[in-house]
């Protein structure tokens, strides 16, 4: 591979082309090789190339691959390897993945790599995702993580998921986790959903948040019902927000019931929004006008 070519290219798709050609041209046998030869080279594009090697050689053998990059020293580099390791084990062997990270020191880059193994386990076992997550030092990573899990729980055991949520002993926490609930259900559920956001999560930025996103859902399959509901809600900022989206997305379906749910509402802010976003529809513009 000529490294330098893919150094002088600025064309991002082309380089990135380059570099996966690169790539998948090396033998596996000369894995290793192509891997010491990269980080001896230490340029911009021969790191681009060894981490994607790493990622190629863990698809195959992850035991080998995490092998070599526990001899790296341990530099940003090296956690950026970790995490190629840890995306291509947990992909194909979650408990073999798990069982490589416990042998690792107890420090960030073992955190970074127990993170990454999480959020790929959260699209088929959020509940591991999870119990993983349950493992961190609290952090916005943690926090952020557990937000992800919890809504992807949400969306096929919202009930399962809630129950779990309510055992969260930090209030904050549990509020921004009981949001994800309720969006992550929203689909599903939008009754429901907007249930749980109502009576479970105290007003403030995270009920505001899942009142939103839930309209915003409800009113791709019954906009009629989030009217309903979303006019039921305190006057903020959020409510106003919930009814642009609401009339953007129910007004495409039918206008002339969005207009008609609209005149009914009392003067004041609320209307005012709403007409402004039905006005802002192109399709519908004649039925204002």
Sequence with gaps: MRLAAVETETDPDLRSEMLDQAVQSIPEADLSSALENAVATGSPAAAEFMLLLVRRWAEVSPEAAAAWVAGLPKDSEYREALVQVATAWADANLSGALNWTASLPEDENKNSALITIAYEAARTEPVAALD???????????????????????????AAASTWVQRVPELGLRQNLLAEVAIGSAKQDASAAATLAATAINSGEAQDRAAVSIVERWAQTSPAD???????????????????????????????????????????????????????TPAVQDVVN
């Design 226 to 280: 989030a009217a309903a509901w979303v006019t039921e809600f305190p006057d903020t900022p959020a409510r106003q927000q919930a009814v642009q989206n609401l009339v953007s997305l129910w007004a495409p379906q039918d206008s002339r019931a969005a207009t008609a749910w609209l005149q009914t509402l009392p003067a004041g802010s609320l209307r005012e929004a709403g007409f402004e976003a039905l006005k802002a």
């Design 132 to 158: 993983i997550a349950c493992t961190l030092p609290p952090a916005l990573q943690r926090d952020t993580l557990l937000a992800y899990a919890v809504s992807q729980w949400a969306a096929t055991d919202a």
